[in-house]
């Protein structure tokens, strides 16, 4: 599954401690010069655990299989809050504490918390703590067998990575859209859609190996991957190479004494990314050498500068952005008719037509991908050297700020007009009421004013990150370099300011 991951077996059965999660991986030895060199090029910037102020007390909270349980711990509440209050609580989806909590204020922090950290979400979520409490049959100690099948994702489905995850997004958004989930609808609605994610992600657990749910099934993991690609924290990186390179045992993917092998199958010698560090510190706690660190990084780096572009990120990008650009389109005045004449064609019951909210999507792709191949026309441009991955890729990793800047900036008028009602909804069941229901933080005029400027922060990103992936390879791959590098930028100006213009006449609609 993991197929540039590290050494061969040991012979020790002991030192795999029998785990059969450990010892069902098999790895390869790397080649010295090149991982040499891809070390050089990747090096993830500051170490946070040799930070000579805080720097004691993150080693320490790190080797404390604890603080990850802990760190899961107050969202696993929350969400069986949830879950209760949406089923037994009061039936005005403002006034009811889990649809409250969960569209007014948690959509958009996690949206936050990519763009700032990356993976942060995943550190503490309750759906995928939940299912590995369960596999590993304990809370926070290291457990030597798991419950469950352990099985390995499918090669044939592995192979595919993040689209997995896209697709499933695509169909849980379709089902929220499609029983006014996120509206909100009925409290209920909240609690069942959230039961679901609980179950699917259990399952996954018991069937599957490690949190495969994670990487691989989990309907926010495309989203978190890219969006989370601008985010400061580069994640768990080797500290010396040589160190890493000379290892024979690699405890961070088989797992030790202290701690499991990682779950999301990221050796930390070869990471180039944020993408598929979880930030769940096993790799931290198995290394013998203490030759792990959390390292931060600039800004948008794991947008500009892996040294290896995965066509999968590069295609969730394409197809979450034409999601969020239907959930655009679709709130203006002229589309009710369109989805209602749809829906009259083919005796859909009613909004979103599925052949428009997958084709709105489809064409948003297409778009994507015959601009990017106006530019390679444009600019006499060849195969990246050093990329097996096509221009496509290269475009659609410049648009990922633009992208993850859409879907916070949807999400603000629930945030800036609702969010007040969250303390209402925690008091309401105690018969208090702090009169604040009505409240609005911002005004609809403002509210798009912010969209807008959101939207403008995204554009100044996306620029930025389409000129240093075009400069780098252009220069390289192009006979037209001045033409192309013209090409590239100004198509990502045009799908940026169709984005952001389209806020205005949306008049902040929820």
């Given at each position: ?21 450990s ?92 763009a ?128 890493c ?38 790799c ?35 197809i ?16 009710g ?37 106006g ?39 629930k945030?800036?007009k ?27 005029p ?36 001045k ?10 100006l ?17």
């Amino acid at each position: 599954m993991a197929k540039s991951i590290v050494t061969q077996p040991r012979s020790d059965k002991k030192s795999e401690h029998n785990d059969p999660i450990s010892s069902s991986i098999r790895l390869r030895e790397p080649r010295q010069s090149g991982m040499a060199k891809h070390f050089v090029t990747t090096d993830p910037g500051i170490d946070l655990t040799e930070n000579r102020f805080f720097g004691r007390f993150l080693k320490k909270s790190l080797r404390n299989r604890k603080f990850q349980f802990f760190l899961i711990l107050p969202n696993q509440i929350i969400f069986w809050i949830v879950i209760a209050t949406g089923i037994f609580g009061v039936s005005d989806p403002g006034r009811n504490f889990g649809p409250a909590i969960t569209w007014y204020l948690w959509f958009a922090l996690v949206f936050v918390l990519m763009a700032v950290i990356g993976r942060a979400w995943c550190a503490m979520c309750p759906f995928g703590g939940f299912g590995e409490w369960i596999q590993r049959r304990t809370l926070f100690q290291r457990t030597q067998k798991s419950l469950g099948l352990g099985k390995k994702l499918p090669e044939s489905w592995a192979g595919h990575g993040l689209l997995i995850s896209s697709i499933v997004f695509v169909i849980l958004t379709f089902l929220e859209e499609f029983f006014n989930i996120a509206g909100p609808g009925v409290p209920i609605a909240t609690s069942i859609m959230v039961l679901s994610i609980v179950a699917f992600a259990t399952l996954s657990f018991l069937l599957f190996e490690r949190r495969t749910f994670c990487r691989y099934l989990c309907p926010l993991s495309s989203v978190i991957a890219t969006a989370g690609a601008m985010g400061s924290v580069a994640g768990f990186r080797t500290k010396d190479r040589n160190v890493c390179l000379s290892c024979k045992t690699k405890d961070c993917m088989r797992g030790g004494e202290d701690g499991f092998g990682c779950p999301w199958y990221t050796w930390p010698g070869s990471a180039d990314s944020n993408a598929f560090c979880g930030l769940c510190s096993e790799c931290y706690k198995s290394c013998p050498s203490d030759n792990i660190g959390l390292f931060v990084q600039k800004p948008l780096t794991s947008v500009i500068a892996p040294t290896r572009r995965r066509f999968d990120i590069g295609i969730s990008v394409a197809i979450l952005f034409g999601l969020v650009l239907y959930q655009q389109y679709n709130a203006l005045g002229w589309y009710g008719s369109v989805d209602d004449w749809l829906n009259s064609q083919i005796n859909f019951p009613h909004y979103p037509n599925p052949i428009a909210y997958l084709g709105g999507i489809a064409l948003a792709v297409g778009a994507i991908w015959l601009g990017v191949l106006g530019i390679q026309k444009l600019g006499g441009l060849r195969t990246i050297v050093g990329q097996k991955t096509s221009w496509f890729v290269a475009f659609a990793y410049a648009i990922i700020p633009i992208t993850g800047m859409d879907y916070f900036a949807r999400q603000l008028p629930k945030l800036l007009k609702h969010v007040v009602r969250v303390p209402s909804a925690v008091v309401s069941p105690l018969g208090i009421n702090l009169g604040i229901y009505k409240v609005h933080l911002l005004t609809d005029p403002r509210i798009v004013t912010v969209q807008v400027g959101v939207m403008g922060l995204g554009t100044a990103l996306t620029l930025w990150s389409t000129y240093r992936i075009a400069k780098t390879d252009i220069q390289l791959n192009a006979s037209r370099p001045k033409l192309a590098l013209a090409g590239a930028m100004g198509f990502a100006l045009v799908i940026c300011v169709a984005a952001s213009v389209l806020y205005m006449p949306m008049h902040a609609a929820s």
